[in-house]
Antibody, heavy 120, light 108 residues
Framework: QITLKESGPTLVKATQTLTLTCTFS??????????VGWIRQPPGKALEWLAL???????RYSPSLKSRLTVTKDTSKNQVVLTLTNMDPVDTATYFC????????????WGQGTLVTVSS | SYVLTQPPSVSVAPGKTARVSCGGN??????VHWYQQKPGQAPVLVIY???DRPSGIPERFSGSNSGDTATLTISGVEAGDEADYYC???????????FGTGTKVTVL
């Protein structure tokens, strides 16, 4: 059974750096093709893909946020960490992590999401 | 960058058929995936690779994709189908994932 859960601060100030952790179970980065993605959703708005890290440590970032995003993984802890620098109130959103099975291009399991509010 | 456009809302009476469109340039050449999201919950995959259903998703959910439009069809709509629906594609050139603008399906 695959599960994912996001954790991190619920409130950050503008200009600060956001660090979120995705802790997962039921799969491993030892499996070829596996990936974990990050997707966010501002209140009342659409989903926005942010980043994805692959089993082999290859990484992909949204072009619009690439300069501010970093994604890393800790295989031994079954965790993925997302950092977003220079936070702004427009970055207020629910942040989700999600599982991508090897060889497919969709997300089949999602975390519950964590709401991050950015204060000015 | 590639853009996916969905109608903001679709209304349907119980028992009828709801169709949610997802427009994109030559989207028929890409694989389209659909997610259902209820208030306060994470998205759930309901259709993958244009028309396949994950286990546990009712047969009432189906999908098609051709030309510049992909369509999610919900037959025999039930009150529990009221949710936001998002389409998603993968851009193979850049290895990026793209979500649609989302459609709120309201059951009258």
């Amino acid at each position: 059974q695959i599960t994912l859960k996001e954790s991190g601060p619920t409130l950050v100030k503008a200009t600060q750096t956001l660090t979120l952790t995705c802790t997962f179970s039921g799969f491993s980065f030892s499996t070829s093709g596996v990936g974990v993605g990050w997707i966010r959703q501002p209140p009342g708005k659409a989903l926005e893909w942010l980043a994805l890290i692959y089993w082999d440590d290859d990484k992909r970032y949204s072009p619009s946020l690439k300069s501010r995003l970093t994604v890393t993984k800790d295989t031994s802890k079954n965790q993925v960490v997302l950092t977003l620098t220079n936070m702004d109130p427009v970055d207020t959103a629910t942040y989700f992590c999600a599982h991508r099975r090897g060889g497919v291009y969709y997300f089949d399991y999602w975390g519950q999401g964590t709401l991050v509010t950015v204060s000015s | 960058s590639y853009v996916l456009t969905q109608p903001p809302s679709v209304s349907v009476a119980p028992g009828k058929t709801a169709r949610v469109s997802c427009g994109g340039n030559n989207i028929g050449t890409k694989s389209v995936h659909w997610y259902q999201q209820k208030p306060g919950q994470a998205p759930v995959l309901v259709i993958y690779y244009d028309s396949d259903r994950p286990s546990g998703i009712p047969e009432r959910f189906s999908g098609s994709n051709s030309g510049d439009t992909a369509t999610l069809t919900i037959s025999g709509v039930e009150a529990g189908d009221e949710a936001d629906y998002y389409c998603q594609v993968w851009d193979g050139t850049s290895d990026h994932y793209i979500f649609g603008t989302g459609t709120k399906v309201t059951v009258l």
